[in-house]
């Protein structure tokens, strides 16, 4: 039985998404929680995974389990700690892969380059200079497109670094978020952009300098990757129903043949 | 030399603003730094005086100080915690005085009833129940005006507790937050007034209830003080400089002549 969870968290005392052992990461206390409630072994597959540090609003996960009744909102809200919230739990549809399907990922970047909001502190990077967010927007408009982010992307990477990036915009209330769109992202790719774009507003590199790395076959050594607490995941977006297997197919093939 | 702060700073590691021995206050950190860019003794007088737990946006102080010039936004920046961010220093203008010359508090409290996130569980209560803001807009409306909150006061209070409530309203976005907005409050006054609009919007108690309590010379037994977490004050009021020095003496006298 396969079950579809949402869920937020505080990524600020997790080692990330993944289990690692002797850490305390996100599925290592969600997983065994599961278990408890379904009485035996559980798969657990999330759509984002995210690094250390890094917090989700509206994460996405499927998990394989023997017995799905006892595992409810309620029952997960007493066994799972404060920082850990299910939103919402439900039968998978058939076809449903939590990773394979989804159609794409976005995640807000906060940063303030001005008064701090010291309530704030754990999601906000806290930035020493004024942003240009012209500046940054115009460079952001550059990297759109289906490009080979290989130089925003981990050098370990063995995968293909294709990416289509759907969204990078700057809105500016009393900090400035990036909203970062893509079918999906290579890994610290959110954050290399980022990086990349503040050097940008901060006038330490032309407004055509990210975009220049782009095609590059290999990871660029001066992009730093922005800290990892002013990213938050927001939302992973899957197809209609009736597309749901199709569109894990397609991904599962597309990866294979890219790595 | 008279300086005005305005700072903010997250409540949940201090034990309110005023300096108690072998605390954590908000006080306690920032008049030692104070002292250290100042060189001497420093006397601080804050606009709302938060309890613990409490947080704030935008909190008004002034600082009696030996000399001005060192203190800075970069140097207190530098002293003190990431919890407490001072965000305007300037000299104060005359009459200024940060508690008596201010006209009105205003302050937010926040409940998520549904949904949580776990990113603003530090400044948001969880309630268990949905809650009818319907309800606690009515109940709300009957509070406002000028009259004697004893009911929603400290019992020790000695002093007047005849307050003019300016504001109650209740929105919803993803959670539910009141805005209260008095000339002044007593202690403890915006919780427990929350507290008992909670008990209207759980249908625990009608519509009229927390105003049938309003006249009542002492505090009332059967209303809860909502937890401290959900609160941050919001903004302080003062009038035109050129009549700082007159409200501060008529705030004074009216304090005398009410307790």
Redesign the interface.
Same mark, same amino acid.
């Given at each position: 039985m396969r079950l579809r969870l949402r869920l *937020?968290? %505080?990524g600020t005392d997790f080692s990330g998404w993944a289990e690692q052992p002797g850490r305390r990461t996100v599925a290592g206390v969600l997983r065994p929680a599961l278990e408890t409630l379904a009485r035996g072994p559980v798969r657990l597959v999330v759509a984002g995974r995210t690094d250390a540090g890094v =917090?989700a *609003?509206a994460q996405v996960a499927h998990a394989d389990v023997p017995q799905a009744e006892a595992v409810t909102l309620r029952s997960l809200d007493g066994l799972l700690p404060?920082?850990? $919230?299910v =939103?919402a739990v439900d039968l998978a549809p058939p076809g449903f892969d939590a990773r394979f399907s989804a159609t794409s990922r976005r995640y807000a970047y906060r940063v303030a380059d001005g !008064? @701090?909001?010291? !309530?704030r $502190? $754990? %999601?906000t990077l806290r930035w020493p200079r004024p942003l240009d967010e012209a500046a940054m927007a115009e460079a952001s408009d550059l990297l759109l497109g289906l490009r080979d982010f290989a130089a925003f992307c981990r050098r370990s990477e063995r995968r293909t670094t294709i990416r289509r990036l759907l969204r990078l915009t700057w809105t500016r209330t009393d900090v400035l978020t990036a909203t970062v769109e893509a079918d999906a992202f290579c890994h610290s790719m959110v954050r290399s952009l980022v990086g990349a774009l503040l050097a940008v507003g901060d006038g330490r590199r032309p407004v055509d300098w990210p975009a220049s790395m782009l095609g590059s076959s290999t990871r660029a050594d001066d992009v730093s990757v922005a800290a990892a607490h002013g990213l @938050?995941l927001l939302e992973i977006r899957y197809p209609a129903d009736d597309r749901l297997a199709a569109r894990a197919e397609q991904t599962r093939a597309r990866r294979d043949a890219g790595g």
């Open positions: *937020a968290y %505080d =917090h *609003a404060q920082d850990v $919230r =939103h !008064l @701090t909001d010291p !309530l $502190r $754990r %999601d @938050t």
